[in-house]
Each structure stands twice: as structure tokens, then as C-alpha cells.
């Protein structure tokens, strides 16, 4: 997994660079806008971390040229506290999620990770969290090595879970984006189905909770920590 | 004037009244004293006339060849039956006594020079029996027997005609001054008051001039010239401590900016260091220092832009929001955070970015205090409020006017909040004319209330 870090500041793009290593990713980093378009066009990244606030231009810039590249590589912005208009126009411009400046590390590659987890991300096609592992092609589901089965619909629910894992997942997901939309109606509320999966997790010993948030959704953490 | 009276207005009006009343004694006293004048001279052209009347009567006498008065039965009657009241002797060109009314005048007259044809006018002293002042006039006039020199007298304290003008006068045209001076007076007072409102608008105007509202400045428009120094100089002034709070306020936000890159340096470092006690330690340090930074910034940022409060911000979806991207971190801490009340949109007029940091800083503040294993509820209303409770200790009434003060903390607070939350919640609230109520929660807890206008 190949990562491009656009930051100007070497102190903190030294840091990125060996901390995103440590977990497995080949970390390269541009120092400036122009550095930051050429590396793009020369290589296929899987996902980029772009701090707006360049030397030699806007960051905001090189989000639009490679969007206009056709790349669509994942793209999580860096910006400052104080400019709201920075993070509404990023998003604007095509970035993928924003992290404001001071950040903890953690907060950082967990963003990384879940965007690389959404379909057609690098790690999006098998997921994995604590000691459940999810192919999503295949529809295999394995807790702990065991081969675990669960009904369709457990499975699509987990695996929206298992992609933002650690974030919330909103009750409100319409059932046809998390079934398909061709599928005969559902009588039974997600609610019940997330039940059963939760006592199925259990049941399997994952290390991994359902945590429900009253009112507004649910979200998969580890249970270890 | 008095140097205690200290209300400028009081003082004019108080001048004015008396500025008033001496103008109207004095108009009062001209009017009295011109009125005596014309009813003087009335009387003065009466005695004339009297004068020429008698010479018309003096005739010669045939016999004697002497000029002799032959007054008719009507005149004789009128003069004679008032011989106290009126008094005339005639005398011929000779000087010698023609006629008079009595003796004693003929005795006096006869000392007297001879009349000229210019009226001389004249005054008597306790004369005659009556010992009366009379006034009087001397005139030589043509008659059928020659030049005569004729007096005419009149008791002048019994004088009827310039009583009744005088008494005309007090009854019909004085009993005006009064009220005259007195709507005067009222106008003046109401005049008065009047050119002092600009100087009310620019005092109320002072009183809300505060740190939140520094941009303000005293309404120069319609100042009386006497006080528009006095304004012009208290804006200079307010301008000068303007430019200083600004300065103050680019150096907080500018300071908080540039720790930014070294905290987030720090805080990456320490996350690479392999976790013993002491790192977790600097790391929770090094946590609040960056929420620190972070309240400072948007402090900092309430300061210094002023807030577009005028787009549609749905409450619901807003608070939807603002819980899951917190709830992460309460489970973290072994805490939950609830979203109850309305299940669709509520939409209030106000900045949403803001409205999102005020519920955040609320949430924060509720998580700090709630014990674990608890949950914070956060609730939609749909009359347009949220309201944020916890189970924690509660806040004492005592504490409750100053929780929203910047870096005020409570006696029992923990050592990370460093009492900026509360502050910027009542910014925004402030900015957007919302309320917030703090209460208590049953059966134990904080309750705050934040209602917004609705859209």
C-alpha cells in the first residue's frame, strides 16, 4: 500500500512517514504543491494526505488537478482549526475526509484505514478488525481462523460496520444501500438483526462489541481495549 | 445659578424660569407704568379742553368794558357743585382775576406770571381746604374779550379716568402674563429636554459598549456643537482601545496558531513511543494541551469574525452529527451518549459550524462530570432547543452566573478543563440571540437548555 504525504513541514511528514511505515504503508512525501502533482501523475497511490496549507500555492489546487486527472484515489485533507470555509471547500473540491491540525496520530491512520476499506479501496476488499476478518467477494466470514456463518443481511450489516470501524455507522442507512435494492422487502428492523449479530459475535468469542448509540447508530469497536 | 444642580437640563430650565419672570415683571411694570402715561395725557388734553372750554364763555362785559365768565346753568353746576374736585381762575390780560372757583385759587393765581399759549402743566401740594394734590394746566387763550390766561385744575388722587384704565388694564391684559410665562416656561422645559436627547442616545449607547461589542461608537449625528467635542473625543479614545484589543486578540490567535505544528509534532512523537506509564501520562498532558489550543483558536475566531447567523441549520441532523463523531471517544472512557427527542428535522435560523461547537464544548463538559458507566442525553426539541444532561455532581446555584466566564472552573473541577468551554458556548449563543438555562437534572445531574430562534 503505497501512501503520498503532501506536507510541508519535514519535522511532522518525518514522523508520518515512520509511524504510517511501522504499520505496513510505503510513505512518500511531497513538500509542495508542484512536487505534490508530478508524484501524483507519475504514480498510482492508494490514498493521499494533503495539507492545505502549502508553500508555494494551494493545497485546495492539487486536490482539483488530480480530481480532474481521473484520479480518484482517496484523500484525506489537513487543515487548520480556524478555517471552517478551508474544510467545507475541501470537501467541496473532491476530498474524501478532513482532520484538523493538532491530530492524534491513532485518530490519523484510523481515518486512513477506513477510507482505504470502502469498496474498491485497497483494503476494502477483505476486511479486517480484532480477530474477525470479512471477504467481501467471497461472503466469507472468519472469528478467530473459525469459519463463521450468519444470514445475509447479518453479514451486509456487518460488513458497513467492519468498513468504519471505530466510527459510527448511522441507524438511519437506507435498508436498499445495505441490501441492494433488488432484494424482496425485509420484515424484520435492523435493530433485531443487530441484536443477533451481536450475540452471534459474542457467541463466536470475537474481540470485537457493537456499541449501540442511543438515537443515532451503532458502532464496532474492539472490546480489548 | 445654583453650582449643586448638576442635570444640565435641570439647571437651563431653572434659569429659563427665572430669565421668565424677571421679562415679565419687567414687561408687566412697562405695560402698568405706559398705561399711566396715556391715561396721563388723556387727563392732561381733558384739562385742555376744560381751558379752552371756559375761555369760549368769557365774554365782554358792556357796562364795565371788563371780561366777565358766563357760563352756562349746566357747567355752572359742574363746576361749582365739585369746587373741592375741580378748580380754574381766569384772569384777564392784565392779570387781573377774571373768575374763579374759589377764593383761595384767585389768591394764588394772582402771584403767578401771566400764561403762555404753550400749555404749562403743573402740579399743587396739599392745596386748599381739602389739602388735595392737584394737577394742573396754565394756557393763554384767545376770547371775545382778549387774551386770557387760564388754569385748570384737577384733584389728581381722585383721578377716574386713570383708575378705570389701569384696572382695565389688570383685569383684561395682566391676568395673561401668568399662564403666558407659564406655557413659555413649559416649552422651554420640553425645548430643553429635546436638544438633551441626542446626549441620552449617546450615554445609552456608552452603557453597551462592552469587550463583546468594542466596535460600537457614540452617535455623533444630531450632538449639540457645545457636546460634539466631547463625543468626537470619546470615539478617538474608544478607536485607540479598539486597535489594542485587536492587537491583544491577533497575538492570542496568532499564538495559539503557531502551537499547532509543535503540538502536533509532540503529540505524533509521543504516539510512537512504546507505552509505559509515563508516556500515557504526557500524552493525556499533551491531549488537553490541544483541546486547549484548540478552545483558544475558536475563541480566538468568535473574536475576531463576526458570525453569519442567517442560514437554515437543522437541529436534528446537526446533533445526529455532532453525538456519532463523540460517541467514539465516550465509549472510550467508558461513557455513552444518548440522542433522544424529536425524530425529524428541526430547523433553526443560525451558523451550523457553531452551533455544532457549542454542543460539542456542552457534551464535553456534561462527559467530564457524569461518572462512568453513565450516559449523557442529549435531546432535540422541536420548538427549536437542544438540552444536554448528565448524572454527575450537579452545578451549586452559587456557581451558576459564572460557568459561562472564560477560564472560570469550579472548586471541585479536575484539573484538564481549562474553563473555556462553557465561555465559547455562551459566545455563540450570544451571537446567535439564542438562550441557554442551566438547571438541575432529576434525580441528580446538570441540565443545560439552549434554545434558538426558529426559522
Redesign the interface.
Known amino acids: 500500500m503505497r501512501l503520498l504525504v503532501i506536507e510541508d513541514?519535514d519535522?511532522?511528514s518525518g514522523?508520518?512517514k515512520?509511524?504510517l511505515g511501522?504499520i505496513g504503508f510505503t510513505v512518500d512525501i511531497a513538500a509542495s504543491a508542484a512536487d505534490a502533482t508530478a508524484a501524483l501523475e507519475l504514480i498510482n497511490y492508494d490514498a493521499a494526505v494533503l495539507d492545505l496549507g502549502l508553500p508555494d500555492g494551494d493545497g485546495l489546487a492539487v486536490l482539483t488537478a488530480a480530481r480532474q486527472a481521473g484520479k480518484a484515489l482517496p484523500i484525506l485533507i489537513l487543515t487548520?482549526?480556524?478555517a471552517?470555509e478551508d474544510r467545507v471547500a475541501g470537501l467541496n473540491a473532491g476530498a474524501d475526509d478532513y482532520l484538523?491540525?493538532?491530530?492524534?496520530?491513532?485518530e490519523l491512520v484510523a481515518r486512513i484505514k477506513a477510507l482505504l476499506r470502502r469498496p474498491g479501496g485497497v483494503l476494502g476488499m477483505t476486511l479486517e478488525a480484532g480477530n474477525v476478518r470479512l471477504d467481501t467477494i467471497g461472503r466469507e466470514l472468519t472469528i478467530g481462523g473459525i469459519p463463521t456463518r450468519l444470514s445475509r443481511r447479518e453479514l451486509a450489516i456487518l460488513e458497513q460496520m467492519m468498513r468504519r470501524f471505530?466510527?459510527?455507522v448511522?441507524k438511519a442507512v437506507p435498508e436498499e444501500k445495505l441490501y441492494g435494492i433488488d432484494e424482496e422487502p425485509d420484515s424484520n428492523p435492523i435493530p433485531v438483526h443487530v441484536h443477533h449479530l451481536r450475540r452471534q459475535l459474542e457467541a463466536a468469542g470475537a474481540n470485537l462489541g457493537i456499541?449501540t448509540?442511543?438515537?443515532?447508530?451503532y458502532?464496532l469497536?474492539d472490546t480489548t481495549? | 445659578m445654583n453650582r449643586r444642580i448638576k442635570s444640565l437640563q435641570l439647571r437651563l430650565t431653572v434659569e429659563l424660569a427665572a430669565l421668565f419672570l424677571v421679562a415679565s415683571c419687567l414687561a408687566v411694570g412697562g405695560l402698568i407704568y405706559s398705561a399711566a402715561l396715556t391715561a396721563g395725557s388723556v387727563a392732561d388734553r381733558e384739562l385742555a379742553l376744560r381751558a379752552e372750554d371756559l375761555a369760549r364763555y368769557v365774554s365782554l362785559d358792556e357796562m364795565s368794558q371788563k371780561p366777565r365768565l358766563d357760563l352756562p346753568a349746566t357747567l355752572q353746576q359742574a363746576y361749582f357743585a365739585a369746587a373741592q374736585q375741580s378748580v380754574f381762575a381766569i384772569r384777564d390780560k392784565d392779570g387781573r382775576l377774571v373768575e374763579a372757583s374759589t377764593p383761595e385759587i384767585g389768591t394764588m393765581v394772582a402771584r403767578w406770571p401771566p400764561a403762555d399759549s404753550e400749555p404749562s402743566y403743573f402740579r399743587l401740594s396739599n392745596f386748599g381746604p381739602s389739602a388735595q394734590d392737584y394737577s394742573g394746566v396754565s394756557i393763554r387763550l384767545d376770547s371775545a374779550a382778549g387774551p386770557l390766561s387760564v388754569m385748570v385744575a384737577e384733584a389728581s388722587g381722585g383721578d377716574p379716568l386713570v383708575h378705570s384704565i389701569l384696572r382695565e388694564f389688570v383685569f383684561d391684559i395682566a391676568w395673561y402674563v401668568p399662564p403666558f410665562v407659564a406655557v413659555a416656561l413649559l416649552l422651554a422645559a420640553y425645548s430643553v429636554r429635546r436638544s438633551l436627547l441626542p446626549l441620552r442616545a449617546a450615554s445609552a449607547q456608552a452603557s453597551a459598549i462592552g469587550p463583546e461589542s468594542i466596535a460600537l461608537r457614540l452617535p455623533e449625528a444630531n450632538v449639540p456643537t457645545e457636546a460634539l467635542p466631547l463625543v468626537v473625543a470619546v470615539n478617538h479614545a474608544l478607536d485607540r482601545l479598539e486597535q489594542g484589543f485587536v492587537i491583544q486578540r491577533r497575538f492570542t490567535?496568532n499564538a495559539a496558531?503557531e502551537l499547532?505544528?509543535p503540538?502536533?509534532?509532540i503529540?505524533?512523537?509521543l504516539?510512537?513511543l512504546e507505552g509505559n506509564g509515563q508516556v500515557s501520562a504526557l500524552r493525556d498532558e499533551v491531549?488537553r494541551m490541544?483541546r486547549l489550543?484548540?478552545q483558544l483558536?475558536?475563541v480566538?475566531?468568535l473574536d475576531s469574525v463576526a458570525m453569519d447567523v442567517s442560514a437554515p441549520v437543522d437541529l436534528r441532523q446537526l446533533a445526529?452529527e455532532v453525538?456519532?463523531?463523540m460517541?467514539?471517544l465516550a465509549?472510550?472512557d467508558c461513557r455513552?451518549?444518548?440522542?433522544?427527542?424529536a425524530e425529524h428535522s428541526v430547523v433553526v435560523t443560525g451558523n451550523g459550524?457553531a452551533i455544532a461547537d457549542a454542543l460539542r464544548n456542552l457534551i464535553e463538559n456534561a462527559l467530564a462530570h457524569t461518572a462512568q458507566g453513565t450516559?449523557v442525553v442529549?435531546e432535540v426539541h422541536p420548538e427549536g432547543a437542544i438540552s444536554v444532561a448528565d448524572s454527575g455532581p450537579g452545578i451549586p446555584a452559587e456557581d451558576r452566573p459564572h460557568i459561562f466566564e472564560r477560564f472560570w472552573r469550579g472548586k471541585g473541577a479536575r484539573a484538564e478543563g481549562a474553563g473555556l468551554g462553557l465561555a465559547i458556548v455562551m459566545e455563540i449563543v450570544r451571537a446567535h440571540g439564542a438562550s441557554i438555562t442551566v438547571s438541575d437534572q432529576a434525580p441528580r445531574g446538570a441540565r443545560f437548555d439552549l434554545r434558538f430562534r426558529t426559522a
Open positions: 513541514e519535522r511532522l514522523i508520518l515512520s509511524k511501522e487548520a482549526r480556524d471552517v484538523t491540525k493538532p491530530f492524534a496520530m491513532t471505530g466510527r459510527i448511522p456499541h448509540i442511543r438515537g443515532v447508530g458502532i469497536a481495549a | 490567535a496558531h499547532r505544528t503540538l502536533t509534532i503529540t505524533a512523537r504516539d510512537t491531549g490541544n489550543v484548540e483558536l475558536c480566538a475566531r445526529e453525538v456519532g463523531s460517541a467514539h465509549l472510550l455513552t451518549i444518548a440522542l433522544t427527542g459550524v450516559e442529549v
